[in-house]
C-alpha cells in the first residue's frame, strides 16, 4: 500500500522566501525550511514578529509614530542587524501607509494546493478613509532584498483567492516595507498564467521539500 504524503504547512512570508528566491537558491531554501519545520525544539518565533506586531498596533493607536519608535527602540538595545532593519521598515511603512489609514481586524489565511498549506499569519487590514472607502489586505515583507512585480504576482494571485473572505472589497497589496514600495495585481495582469505559474510552483516546492535531507 502507498503511504500518504504528509501535508505541509509554511508560512505565506516563507513561501514569499520561496518564490523570491528563484530556482538556484530555492532548494537549499527549502531544506533549511524543512530542517526548522521538523525540528522538535522549534519555537514559534520570528525576528520580525515584534515589527509586525507594532504595525498591526499602529494603525489603531492614537500615537502611530509613537508606537513605531518604540519596537525600533527595544530593537536598537539589542545592538544587533535588527535596529537598522527595524529602522528602514518603520520608515517604508510610513512612507507607504497613509496617515489618516486605520486598521480592520482580519484573521489568517491559507491557500493550498495538493499537500502543501500556506497560511498566511501577518495580514494587515487596512482602511484608507478616502472618498471610494477603499480598504487593502496587506501582507507586509520586511526582508532585505528589494522585491520585484513578478514575485509579487505570484502571492497577490493567491491572496486575491481569500480577500474576499477576510477583508469584503478589500484590493490584495504586498509592501516592501525596507524599500517602501506597495505592490498590486495590475488592472492588465493575465491572471489565468499567474495562476498556472503559481500551481506548478506549489508542486515543485512538494517535490523539493520530499527531495530535502
Known amino acids: 500500500m502507498k503511504p500518504t504524503a504528509r501535508t505541509v504547512f509554511i508560512g505565506g512570508l516563507q513561501w514569499l522566501d520561496y518564490v523570491h528566491a528563484g530556482p538556484r537558491k530555492s532548494m537549499s531554501l527549502v531544506a533549511e525550511q ?13 525576528a520580525y514578529g515584534p515589527l509586525l506586531s507594532a504595525f498591526r498596533r499602529s494603525l489603531n493607536s492614537v500615537d502611530r509614530h509613537g508606537e513605531l519608535d518604540r519596537v525600533v527602540a ?13 529602522r528602514d521598515a518603520v520608515a517604508g511603512f510610513s512612507k507607504t501607509v497613509p496617515k489618516r489609514a486605520t486598521g480592520v481586524q482580519v484573521g489568517e489565511a491559507t491557500w493550498a494546493e495538493g499537500n502543501l498549506r500556506i497560511v498566511f499569519r501577518h495580514l494587515l487590514g487596512v482602511r484608507l478613509h478616502d472618498k471610494n472607502d477603499t480598504r487593502w489586505l496587506v501582507l507586509p515583507y520586511c526582508k532585505g532584498a528589494a522585491l520585484n512585480q513578478g514575485s509579487a504576482d505570484i502571492v497577490l494571485q493567491m491572496m486575491e483567492t481569500f480577500t474576499g473572505l477576510a477583508l469584503p472589497g478589500a484590493t490584495p497589496v504586498v509592501l516592501d516595507s525596507r524599500h517602501g514600495k506597495l505592490y498590486r495585481l495590475r488592472a492588465n495582469t493575465n491572471r ?3 495562476d498556472a505559474c503559481v500551481r506548478g510552483l506549489a508542486v515543485a516546492y512538494e517535490r523539493q521539500w520530499s527531495l530535502a535531507a
Not at 34 to 46: C, E
Not at 74 to 86: L, V
Request: aromatic share 18%; charged share 45%.
Open 192 to 194: 489565468e498564467n499567474i
Open 74 to 86: 527595544r530593537a536598537e538595545e539589542k545592538n544587533d542587524w535588527r535596529a537598522e532593519a527595524y
Open 34 to 46: 524543512k530542517r526548522r519545520y521538523l525540528d522538535p525544539g522549534r519555537y514559534a518565533w520570528s
